[in-house]
C-alpha cells in the first residue's frame, strides 16, 4: 500500500510539469482568423468592428492586432458573421453577453458600471469645494492681518 501511494505521488509529480503540454492548441486556425473577406466592404466593416474588440488573451492588443489564437477565433467568428449579412453592433452584443464587458473597448454605462463614470463628477466637485473653501481661508488670513 505504502509503495502504491509512492507509485502515484511520484506520478503525479512528473506529470503536473507536463499538464500545459496537454492544454495546447493543436488545431488549424478558424478559415477567416488570417484571410480577409472577398467583399471590400464588408471586410472593412469587419475590421472597424474588430479594431474595437479586446483580445481576452492578449488584453491591451484589439482582435484585430493579435496573433493568439483565441482572438483568430474572434476574428474568423466577426467575419463570418458579417459575410453572414448581420450588423457590427448585433455581433459586439453577442460577444459581450459570450465573454463579458471586458470585451468590449466602448463601455456600456450599467447599474453595475455607472460609479465608474460618476466617480469623475464627484471627485471633481468634492476638489472645487476644498479648493474653494482653501482660498477663502487664505482671503481671509490676508484681510486679517492688513
Wanted: charged letters at 25%.
Amino acid at each position: 500500500m505504502k509503495r502504491l501511494r509512492f507509485i502515484l505521488a511520484a506520478g503525479l509529480a512528473l506529470a503536473t510539469p507536463l499538464a500545459p503540454l496537454a492544454a495546447q492548441d493543436s488545431l488549424p486556425p478558424a478559415p477567416y482568423a488570417y484571410r480577409q473577406l472577398p467583399d471590400p466592404a464588408q471586410e472593412a466593416k469587419a475590421q472597424a468592428l474588430m479594431e474595437t474588440l479586446r483580445c481576452l488573451k492578449c488584453q491591451s492588443q484589439s482582435i484585430a492586432d493579435s496573433d493568439a489564437s483565441m482572438a483568430g477565433d474572434m476574428r474568423n467568428e466577426v467575419r463570418t458573421r458579417i459575410a453572414a449579412g448581420e450588423d457590427p453592433e448585433a455581433i459586439r452584443q453577442w460577444l459581450i453577453e459570450r465573454y463579458g464587458d471586458y470585451v468590449s473597448y466602448t463601455p456600456q454605462v450599467k447599474p453595475l458600471t455607472w460609479p465608474l463614470f460618476a466617480a469623475p463628477a464627484v471627485f471633481l466637485g468634492l476638489a472645487a469645494l476644498l479648493l474653494r473653501g482653501r482660498f477663502r481661508r487664505a482671503r481671509h488670513l490676508r484681510k486679517d492681518k492688513a
